[in-house]
């Protein structure tokens, strides 16, 4: 026994597609149509076994599918059944039936509980008792007026959410119209506060630069006076304090200084070139090389490794992550530096790699803070803020640095350039 053939009438892609595999899946063969003109005129090709159809569709509603499909002489035998989710009223159901439907479905429905009233139609037709229109003589005007009545009320209810949803729209517009207005006032007083914030910040840097600058300088100077004046007649242990008082004012300028550095980097604003990382790091790392010619190493740089990124800026912080690297593996027999790329989420990492002395990441979190240093001055040079500028470059590009390492195993860092900060310049 061939399988019975069912039509299926709906105007969304997604309805018919659902349907069409549970019919399918249930033993049945499967017919589709768009609205109910398409249906019909596949039904008058070639008549399928039952038609399942939805009420609200263009051209050819539901409604006036069922009327034509009960007037068709070879159609009117077929059971029908309306499968809706905007009919739902107890009058549209009456209206369904009245016009001929053998059932009146609404959506959404359980799968075993529509199959089961599909097969139970089809069971029912097999009775060969004599289908008859709905629509008896006389009859015509009181179903125009049940089918007109339904379609005025779904119209009605269309309107009043057209309604409800303008009305929620104009509400929602004008919250964001006051949330728009607000957020232009808190821009405006942060913007004032910003500016504000930037003067008082030039005024200390001023301050710093010319009031701190001269006293520091005379210290070192005074000290190294009286060392002269006092030849001969100081103790060692005098001699040491004044020396020391020297080389801690001397010390105390070049942190003014780099403290100056710092600020002057944070107001910056990166100009844009097409970049050969490759490149510059190899002239930074011939440069500190030439400068300790003794010194056994091996570079290894990837080639052709590019950014977009402000030249002077980016040069600045990899002669600070690069002469880092120089500086700690100061110790180790063979200086091994490396330059390399990688994808990552947020666009190109860079890494540069050293294998010296490395250090404990539960300290990690004082790499990028001024003057704070993990190892010992004896053991290293330095003041602390090399790596506080590459992060101030690499944040004014809007991109991140980290670090990974282990005590004596060297130390990697890792950084990102913003993709996004528009077009290089030539």
């Not at 090709?45 to 009420?55: T, Y």
């Not at 403290?259 to 490759?278: A, C, Y």
Request: hydrophobic fraction near 40%; glycine fraction near 6%.
């Amino acid at each position: 026994m061939s399988p019975k053939n069912i039509l299926i009438v709906d105007d969304i892609a997604e309805n018919l597609y659902l349907l069409e595999v549970l019919l399918k899946g249930n033993g049945f063969d499967v017919r589709s149509a768009r609205n109910g003109a398409e249906a019909l005129q596949s039904a008058r090709n070639s008549a399928p076994d039952l038609i399942l159809s939805d009420i609200l569709m263009p051209v050819m509603d539901g409604y006036a599918l069922c009327r034509e499909w009960r007037a068709d002489k070879r159609l009117g035998q077929i059971p029908f059944i309306f499968f809706t989710a905007t009919f739902t009223d107890k009058k549209d159901e009456e209206l369904a039936l009245s016009l001929g439907a053998d059932r009146f479905i609404i959506k959404p429905q359980e799968p075993e509980t529509l199959m089961a009233t599909i097969r139970e139609v089809l069971d029912e037709s097999r009775s060969d008792v004599l289908r008859v229109s709905a629509d008896p003589a006389g009859n015509e005007g009181q179903l125009l007026r049940g089918y007109n009545e339904a379609l005025f009320r779904k119209l009605e209810k269309k309107m009043a959410d057209l309604e409800l949803a303008n009305q929620r729209e104009k509400q929602t517009s004008m919250r964001l119209q006051r949330l728009n207005a607000e957020l232009e006032e808190r821009i405006r007083l942060r913007t004032s506060e910003l500016e504000t914030k930037v003067a008082e910040l030039d005024a200390f840097t001023s301050v710093v630069s010319h009031d701190l600058h001269a006293p520091m300088r005379q210290i070192s100077s005074y000290s190294q006076i009286l060392t002269e004046m006092l030849d001969g007649r100081l103790a060692a242990d005098e001699v040491q304090i004044l020396q020391r008082i020297a080389r801690i004012s001397d010390s105390a300028t070049e942190m003014i200084d780099a403290l100056l550095d710092l600020l002057r980097l944070g107001k910056s604003r990166p100009v844009l070139h097409e970049i050969d990382l490759s490149e510059m790091t190899a002239h930074i790392l011939n440069e500190l090389s030439a400068a300790e010619p003794k010194r056994h190493h091996q570079f290894d740089i990837t080639p052709g490794i590019r950014v977009k990124a402000d030249r002077r800026l980016m040069h600045i912080a990899l002669t600070n992550l690069l002469g880092n690297a120089w500086n700690y593996c100061a110790h180790k027999q063979k200086t091994l530096i490396s330059l390399t790329s990688m994808p990552g989420n947020d666009g190109t990492i860079f890494c540069i790699r050293d294998n010296g002395a490395g250090f404990d990441m539960k300290y990690s979190d004082k790499l990028f803070m001024p003057f704070q240093r993990l190892h010992r001055h004896d053991e290293f040079a330095g003041l602390g803020v090399g790596l506080v500028k590459a992060n101030c470059i690499v944040r004014l590009h809007r991109g991140r640095i980290w670090a990974e390492s282990e005590p004596d195993k060297g130390a990697s860092f890792y950084f990102t350039i913003g993709n996004d900060l528009g077009a290089a310049e030539s």
